[in-house]
């Protein structure tokens, strides 16, 4: 099952995304599969839950894009618990499609979390990996990556898609 891509301006966004607390249940199996499936459709790389509308501390991130099984990566109730370095690159996001910025971030990063089954787990990222970590789990907690940006910017991002809602094109 594939999920519309919830944008920018709705509430789901921007708040704390809840603790999954029921592992290994055929939702939990479900919503998991819906979210790599919603990510592929997107041609996205990363998705968090509250992007499909759904409010739990889930990520998938596959940098492949489906290319490579290898590289699924599903965190569950994640937190990040090492940086190193920082970089700084282009980012986008599927809930603000049309718009990069760059934005800067750890260049290695560790993460704990838990998979499907409920056990926890830690996974370290480097560059892209550790950038998608970062926004990920930003997501769960309410932040989109236009909060690293200037508040110029950020106001600017507003103003335009603002625009793009009033012409009916925005989500
Ligand atoms: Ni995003």
């Given at each position: ?23 290994d249940s055929p939702e939990l199996h479900r919503l998991v599969d819906a979210m790599f499936e919603s990510m592929y459709a997107a041609k996205g790389v990363g998705l968090a839950a509250p992007q499909i509308g ?118």
């Amino acid at each position: 099952m594939t999920y519309a891509i919830v944008m920018f301006g709705e509430p789901v966004l921007e708040k704390q995304a809840e603790t999954v607390t029921d592992f290994d249940s055929p939702e939990l199996h479900r919503l998991v599969d819906a979210m790599f499936e919603s990510m592929y459709a997107a041609k996205g790389v990363g998705l968090a839950a509250p992007q499909i509308g759904i409010s739990k501390r889930i990520a998938v991130i596959d940098l492949s894009v489906a290319e490579d099984p290898q590289q699924k990566i599903i965190l569950i109730n994640p937190e990040i618990i090492g940086k190193e370095e920082m970089q700084t690159g282009e980012e986008g996001c599927l809930s603000l499609p049309g718009f990069r910025e760059q934005v800067t971030r750890p260049r290695k990063v560790t993460v704990r979390a838990q998979n499907i089954k409920g056990e926890t787990f830690e996974t370290s990222g480097e560059e892209l990996l550790a950038r998608a970590f970062c926004h990920e789990i930003d997501h769960l907690n309410g932040r989109l990556y236009i909060s690293h940006v200037s508040a110029l910017k950020r106001d600017l991002i507003r103003r335009k898609v603002r625009k793009l809602a009033k012409a009916g094109e925005w989500g």
